[in-house]
């Protein structure tokens, strides 16, 4: 079952402004390795469980891979690890 989320217009600014930081924080190399997308969808999920900080939403989107041997987004380094 899918459940849906509606954001309010100053909270899509908010996430919109995280996904923009979370991008630029990424070396070019890493840029041509990872999709916006991902990113988004990681902060995504995060808002949709009620976080509204733009640093946690900004690094919620660089932790997404921690399958892959403490690799965040695009194989970059996971934050605090």
């Known amino acids: 079952m899918r459940i849906e989320t509606y954001f309010d217009p100053e909270t899509v600014t908010l996430l919109r ?10 070396p070019v190399c890493q840029q041509a390795k990872t999709s916006q997308s991902e990113l988004a969808e ?5 808002a949709a469980k009620g976080e509204r900080d733009p640093e946690r939403l900004r ?18 380094p996971r934050l605090g690890s």
């Open 17 to 26: 402004a995280a996904l923009d930081r979370a991008w630029a924080s990424l």
């Open 42 to 46: 990681r902060i995504l999920k995060a």
């Open 59 to 76: 690094a919620s989107s660089m932790l997404g891979k921690a399958a892959n041997g403490g690799q965040g987004a695009g194989g970059y």
